[in-house]
């Protein structure tokens, strides 16, 4: 049963800690989402890469936040330094794009990352 | 700007009731339409509608899209405890494997 995997599932730390958030994708697909659910803002896609390569980090804060995949199993986010505002579910999810900009299979999404910061 | 919209924001019903959950979208380009059902934990993909007028069905759970104007439905029938939920909504983007989230509607089912 493939699914997404995503490490640690909790997180509490201090403000100004870095946070490092780990993802990986189901084997095969060839897309992964970060993304932050708050019950104020709900769903906010962060960063999204296809082929390992970054496609979208629009809404990503760029001071604090990065994202990278270092390669095809592995994807992460970084928060350094973290804020009390960054407390949230972090989810990755992965999906695969057979035809790029075209039809896409769905997104898978991992159980997530509440991550809470003090 | 890209919006999702659900309504209502949250339900209480009570077994057995038929539901309806509403969704508009703005979205650039739009592609498809996606339907997630979250318990307490991670959206498990419920369905994705591509074209106007033709109904997915999976057991009590249907949807529909209409792209004429820019909504969507998601019918529950016969609901059950199981079915309370977030139920979210999503816009599609041509061009880019982008997904727009609506807040959610919140169903309650009491027995």
């Known amino acids: 049963d493939a699914r997404v995997t995503q490490t640690p599932r909790h997180k509490v730390t201090e403000m100004g800690q870095e946070v490092t958030m780990r993802c990986q994708p189901i084997?095969?697909?060839?897309?992964v989402f970060w993304y932050r659910q708050t019950m104020m803002q709900g769903l906010e896609l962060l960063a999204y890469?296809?082929?390992?390569?970054?496609?979208?980090d629009s809404g990503m804060p760029k001071d604090r936040f990065s994202a990278e995949m270092p390669d095809a199993t592995l994807a992460t986010l970084k928060i350094q330094p973290s804020e009390p505002r960054d407390s949230a579910v972090y989810f990755c999810?992965?999906?695969?794009?057979?035809?790029?900009?075209?039809?896409?299979?769905?997104?898978?999404f991992g159980p997530g990352t509440r991550l809470t910061v003090l | 700007e890209d919006k999702v919209v659900q309504s209502p924001l949250s339900l209480v019903v009570h077994e057995g009731d038929t539901v309806t959950l509403n969704c508009s979208y703005e979205?650039?380009?739009?592609?498809?339409l996606l339907w997630y059902k979250q318990e307490k934990k991670a959206p498990t993909f419920l369905f994705m509608l591509?074209?106007?007028?033709i109904e997915k069905k999976s057991g009590r759970l249907s949807s529909i899209l209409d792209k004429k104007e820019l909504f969507s439905i998601l019918n529950i029938t016969a609901t059950q405890t199981g079915d309370s939920a977030v139920y979210l909504c999503?816009?599609?983007?041509?061009?880019?494997?982008?997904?727009?989230f609506g807040k959610g509607t919140k169903l309650t089912v009491n027995p």
């Open positions: 999810a992965s999906g695969l794009v057979r035809i790029a900009g075209g039809l896409t299979d769905t997104q898978y």
């Open positions: 084997l095969g697909h060839n897309t």
């Open positions: 890469f296809r082929n390992r390569a970054p496609l979208d």
């Open positions: 979205v650039t380009n739009f592609r498809s």
């Open positions: 591509t074209s106007s007028g």
């Open positions: 999503a816009g599609g983007q041509g061009g880019s494997e982008k997904l727009v």
